[in-house]
């Protein structure tokens, strides 16, 4: 008992320094659980025109926004040209046919394409529906060589340590066949880059943050639309998300904080031996569930 | 000191159940940073053909793929009509025109629309690119009366839930001006409405499962170029994302787990007395960044 009595004091002060990581470990856990878990009405606003993605919200940010709101815009009618249901038949049809004929290329010409293309093709991908109306796209369009090389030399760098290091070897397989490494050579050679960034805050003329609601979708939605208008305009481009590049490119390019990049584009006429790999879409019925 | 003496064998008790707290808070905080934090060396994958977004990844569950991967593809020769500078000219302009002329329409017509021209519109949002050409999506299409109805009972509810309850002022402000609210006559009215599901992950023959990466971006862009096939047959719809209506239509239209409500197209004529609000779109020069 005598040497448990000379220990007290060493307990006690033990006992203190345990209490006091407990606190401290105590409040960490309750901190936790507040993020992650989703609270029971969530403040996440519903939207009619947009779509789920990383909206970044600030809800403490924004207050101040519904004064600067632009108010009950007023309503016009709106009408449509009407095509007959034979012409809407060949209409649906030939515009199939031409979205049929795109495929992703990597292969392409030095070949110089007109600017004015490249500005419809980018009217075009503007006219896409976004969350609240925010139109939260930036088209960066590259045409100087210098730019075009330090794109490239930041691409494949990061490509081949992702290639090298950081993929699994399913991956590399999955790829294999598209025969895709981390050699860009398009990034030199074609015409044009496209790098397409999501913005995803905008500013108020106040300075304010305006949440930019679903803004990775109605993005991607708008990259749908100049895909279609590149082939509808002759010009061949592959859709490609360069990991890890984005801060790179960004900072580059000399986009502001609020943009990220979402996708690269290069753009220009296919090369004369450029190849595709041979696959083939699914049919209707395994993409369709007609009700 | 006695009054010590007589308390050690209780604070060795004590000190007993605070170490046993400890180390259990302890390994749970251990385990904490590994979720949160990025690891040092990503194991997500590099693609080439698509998009971040929200892709399930299980590299557990996927070990066996490689042994069922289609190996290397063939590669074949590519080419494109090509038009005239005129012409290239002539197309971006006039797919611009058509496209500027899309609006979100919430006011649409009963007219029935004939099944064959939903059925084009969804084979050319199935040519858009995807992750590894995994074309993650899923159109159900309801024309039943019954099936509609049930699912208009399913959003308004839900949102009205969302607009009365969850969402802040500021977002029902920024909604005001469009004129929207959770009565979705639409979703009786239109002939058509397509539901479109992205598939977060696939099914190998073995029943092991695929990864589809970049789902979401994938099935977005898919999902704009459907938005341009609806406008060039002379047809019209809103982008909706109805907000916790995901699990209960997914149920109703019984499709599979794996498969996620990402957007709800209704499809039709516009109706005689359609409007759309007055809004405008940002002009090219703060759209598009030319270097």
Redesign the interface.
Known sequence: ?AI??T???V??A??CI??A??FK??K??EK?PKTDSKPP??????????????TEIN?GE??E??AE???????????????S?A???H???E??AL?????????ISPEPV????I???????????SG??T?P????????AQ?KSEIRRIVEEE?EI??K???????V????????NWVKEYLDTAPYLILIFKQTYGMHPSGKKRTHY?N??SV??????????LQ?????T???????CGPQLRQL?Q?PLNEKL??LLPVG??SE???????S??P?DD?????
Not at 46 to 53: A, G, I, N, T
Not at 273 to 279: E, I
Not at 287 to 291: Q, T
């Open positions: 008992m448990f009595s220990l007290t004091p307990f006690l033990v006992l345990l209490i990581i407990i470990n105590f960490k856990s936790k009405v969530p403040s996440r606003p519903w939207v009619d025109e947009d779509l789920e993605d990383d809800p924004d207050d926004e519904l709101s632009e108010g009950d815009v007023s309503h016009v009618p709106f009408s449509l040209p009407r095509y249901e012409e809407m038949l209409r649906s049809q515009f199939y979205m049929n004929g795109r495929r992703s290329v990597r292969f007109p600017r004015d293309i500005e419809n093709v980018i009217r075009a991908a503007g006219t896409a529906p609240a109306h139109e796209w930036t088209f960066v369009v590259v045409a100087d730019t490509e992702n290639y290091l950081r993929m699994g070897e399913k991956w397989t999955d790829l294999k066949r598209l025969r895709t679903y990775e979708i991607s939605i708008s990259c749908g639309i100049l895909l279609a208008a509808n305009a002759g010009l061949v592959v859709t490609t998300t360069p990991l890890n390019l986009r979402l996708m006429f296919p031996d450029a190849t595709v790999p041979q696959l879409r699914k209707l993409i369709m569930v007609f009700v």
